[in-house]
């Protein structure tokens, strides 16, 4: 992963996939590695000014790699499709890897 980027999570509270993302985040990330922030999302307003299209949502340089063009924002659970096409509440490794190098 390159050093200049910027990462960040962003949930809704008590969010029940969190876990999973820091937990595959952990696992591509470097040893020794930062723990990712998570800021918690509890209103529309907020979701739309920080960009959550859903919890959890990653950042990366504050644009969200895994948001179609023109994707609402919002607070409420979001969906991944993961490579081998099961539907899955965080990317899995493979598509992180593919973001973050």
């Given at each position: 992963m390159e050093a200049t980027r910027e990462l960040r999570v962003l949930a809704v509270p008590d969010c029940p996939n969190l876990p999973l993302l820091l937990r595959r985040l952990a696992r591509v990330l470097p040893a020794g590695a930062a723990p990712v922030p998570?800021?918690?999302v509890t209103n529309e307003a907020d979701a739309a000014r920080c960009g959550m299209h859903g919890s959890p949502t990653l950042l990366v340089d504050g644009e969200d790699p895994f948001a179609p063009p023109g994707a609402a924002t919002g607070v409420?659970?979001?969906?991944?499709r993961s490579t081998d096409g099961r539907v899955e509440g965080a990317p899995d490794?493979?598509?992180?890897?593919?973001?973050l190098g």
């Open positions: 998570v800021q918690v409420a659970c979001r969906i991944y490794i493979d598509q992180l890897r593919a973001v």
